[in-house]
């Protein structure tokens, strides 16, 4: 069994392997969730929220949309898109795409006066294809492409709801 810091890295560099076993791991799950709230503090810090009570509610907004990208990824995966081989429940998606959240954590440094809003697009970026990954692991599709169009089309519905709503409310 690897470390959560080999599954952590394993994540961020695309490794079929890593998804693979914290999708087959149910005690990853706890894991999993660590770093979606890392990487979701990240993001508060990096777009410069000092209040405690501002980070408090970009954190569980961005939760809250994470799980709705989860669920939305899963009916279309499973449900809109299949592949012949799919199959997943709930705990593997929220696990793979809860690793694929590791990037996310760099979104912190969007603070840097130049190049930050640089690296909170690029970790955000870089998040997005972690998530074609761990969608095409979890889900068991043989092509790239499908799971690509699964996860943008949930991506773009869960980036609406939570960077429409932190503008709007900060």
Request: glycine share 8%; proline share 2%.
């Amino acid at each position: 069994m690897s470390t959560l810091a080999n599954r952590v890295l394993g994540s961020a560099t695309f490794s079929a392997r890593s998804f693979e076993e914290v999708e087959a791991d149910p005690h990853a799950t706890w894991q999993a969730i660590g770093i979606v709230i890392l990487s979701s503090l990240g993001a508060a810090f990096g777009i410069r929220l000092t209040r405690v009570e501002d980070v408090a509610v970009v954190l569980v907004f961005a939760i809250a949309t994470w799980i709705l990208w989860v669920l939305l990824t899963l009916f279309i995966g499973t449900k809109l898109l299949p592949g012949n081989q799919t199959h997943a429940d709930f705990g593997q998606v929220l696990r793979t795409t809860g690793f694929s959240a590791a990037p996310g954590i760099f979104r912190a440094l969007g603070f840097l006066p130049g190049v930050g809003w640089f690296i909170f697009l690029a970790a955000t970026i870089w998040m997005l294809f972690t998530f074609v990954v761990a969608i095409r692991q979890a889900l068991d599709y043989a092509e790239i492409l499908r799971a690509f169009a699964v996860c943008l089309l949930g991506w773009l519905l869960h980036g609406v709801l939570l960077f429409g709503f932190i503008f709007t409310a900060f």
